[in-house]
């Protein structure tokens, strides 16, 4: 989450708190929907807000486990079968080129579709083989390494759009807050009109804290909520 989507977020909790502990003398008749707006507001952008965390969190994690299975698809299953194709089998460009070993470097999707290549040209000298040191169900073992690292391809993809669409939404939500805040804050400045006390904690409330260009601006709060929204809707690349 941006710091300046997380220093609104906190500004529109203040605000809640303010709204508590002091209720209007006399609210409007909008004045309950409008708050009851604003906490189901907050409490999807607090529930968005998980989910881009959490997104971000498992696509590095499944970055990593990507390396992990890249390394094991090749070096467990798909080096063995190089080192005995060389070895034993006839030396003809088509077969020694057909279970040559890949690239290190080699993308991970490239790779799966590499390693089945492998796979069925193994499959034709199966026993030949199993007969030089490979297990006897090495294909089937071959099989589980190709699909463990497509799913981590499959997970990382799950978790960069949970994250990407999370980020969005925190755009819309952030914005439809900051509507109710509005709404909210001509009935609080009606309601307590006279009482500079009062009105000084309200805007104080609203107010982004701890962002350059907005604290220390000496506007109201209303005012630097406001400012603050077209940067809400920088989206940050996936992880």
């Excluded at 690292?149 to 939500?173: D, F, K, M, P, Y």
Aim: aromatic share 4%.
């Amino acid at each position: 989450m941006l710091a300046r989507q997380k220093q609104m977020l906190a500004s529109f909790g203040r605000v809640q708190d303010f709204l508590s502990a002091f209720p209007l003398p006399t609210p409007p008749a909008k004045y309950a929907e409008r708050r009851g707006e604003l906490d189901a507001t907050v409490a999807r952008l607090s529930a968005l807000t998980s989910d881009q965390e959490q997104g971000r969190r498992e696509a590095r994690d499944d970055t990593k486990r990507q390396q992990v299975m890249r390394a094991e698809l090749r070096e467990k299953h798909l080096a063995p079968i190089a080192r005995i194709a060389r070895a034993v089998l006839p030396d003809t460009p088509s077969i020694q080129k057909a279970l040559a070993l890949p690239e290190k470097a080699m993308s991970p999707i490239k790779l799966i579709a590499v390693a089945t290549g492998i796979r069925g040209s193994a499959a034709k000298y199966e026993a030949v083989f199993v007969e030089n040191g490979r297990p006897a169900d090495f294909l089937a073992q071959l099989d589980g390494a190709i699909e463990a690292l497509r799913q981590t391809l499959l997970g990382r993809a799950r978790s960069v759009g949970r994250h990407v669409g999370a980020t969005a939404g925190l755009e819309q939500v952030l914005t439809q807050a900051r509507k109710c805040v509005q709404m909210l804050n001509a009935m609080v400045l009606d309601g307590f009109a006279g009482n500079a006390e009062v009105i000084a904690k309200w805007r104080a409330a609203q107010r982004i804290q701890d962002w350059p260009g907005v604290r220390g601006t000496g506007g109201t709060g209303d005012e630097n909520v406001e400012a603050a929204i077209p940067a809400a809707a920088e989206v940050p690349k996936a992880a």
